[in-house]
């Protein structure tokens, strides 16, 4: 895949498009740019150019130590800016994409989110009833038309719309509740080797021994190792 | 319940001592206290005076829209800072009393965290392996000497000193991750009622549909009914 550099929209544009025609499966792109969300209208190009290209979005969380916990800090402590900010960021990117109406603008959009969409799958309540009520916890904006101006329940894009990899370092609650909230056309195999305690292939084994425990049709398990991926680049891999 | 006014944290000790003698069952707390997290060395008289008298504290999330979600923005947009946000709050605030060695010199505090322990379940890998690697990916501070100042590993913690309620506001993943994550001891009923759309009791009926679908010991449900929390409380509740 390329990276997209959305830090100058118009070059990315170019790149992605250049990269694409060299052959690129598609593009990676980060939670935020420079600090600022991916409804920023100077990227709309590139996911208005992304939904005409047809080729998938990997969708990579970031942020460092200088996004602080708490509002009385400066910077976050102990890698908590890690350990539950990406996960977090990386739920707060889809939220943004829904809530702007980029999804529903440009249909075609196939955005892969790292981490099992982060803490999408653990939060299915708060997303569903939760922000079915968007509007009533906030009195000094009205945000009645926010749910008017969507397609459908914001609830329905995030386990719908998305696709989310498994990459999840070998968490089991992580695994089961990402088959149980995303489509299972939507999810595609990773393992985010070689970022584990041995810096080796660890989560690799890990991640493949609670997929194969788990009692899915032989079908299934192939469309997450690989059909799946196949069908969002169309290109069929070597077997 | 009482609710223990950290933000006068002298006044707080004694307010809940005396909610306690008079038959509180335990104390209410916030995430932050102003914006500061519950780390600080002054809420640590609050903590050791709940070491003491043995009761719980119930640690509700708290973050308002005026924190934002990107550092290139002044509020959190789509209340995300409630739907995401109230979840990571909590588990960052564990991540603190943890890393701290709160529970380390306080080995007796009871602390029920909210909606499941927020998103602790869901990062089961990244707080366990992930944590374990702590300053790895930190290079403007030496954070070597936090997890030897540790009695355990980061993750045992997480699993085996907190509380966890059950109102996920009708998740099934949720609720599943819940049960894999924390011990069966450490889990207690609740429902959020009545925050849910209908304003009433849906919630209620939604969490205890699903727990009672879910294949367990007849034992260990009345456990998370009411048997947890009258060991936690030290009080029979009637039946």
Known sequence: MAQAPLTAPDAGVREVTR??????????????VAGMPLDHPAFEPFFAAMNKLN????????RAGNFPDYLSEKKSKYEIWWTLGWSYETTAAMARLVFSGMLDKYPKLKIITHHSGGIAPM??????PGWDQIGARTSDE?????LKS?????LDYFKHDFYADTAVFGGVPATHAGLAFYDLDKIVFASDCPFDPERGTMYTRETLRILEGIDLPKADKEKIWHGNL??????????
């Open 150 to 154: 969507l397609k459908k329940r914001p």
């Open 230 to 239: 196949e069908a969002i680049t169309g290109v069929k891999f070597p077997s």
């Open 55 to 62: 080729k998938p979005i990997w969708l990579h969380p970031a």
């Open 123 to 128: 939060l299915e309540g708060r997303i569903g």
């Open 142 to 146: 009205d945000l009645s038309m926010v």
């Open 19 to 32: 990269a694409i025609k060299n052959g690129a499966l598609g593009v990676q792109i980060n939670t935020n």
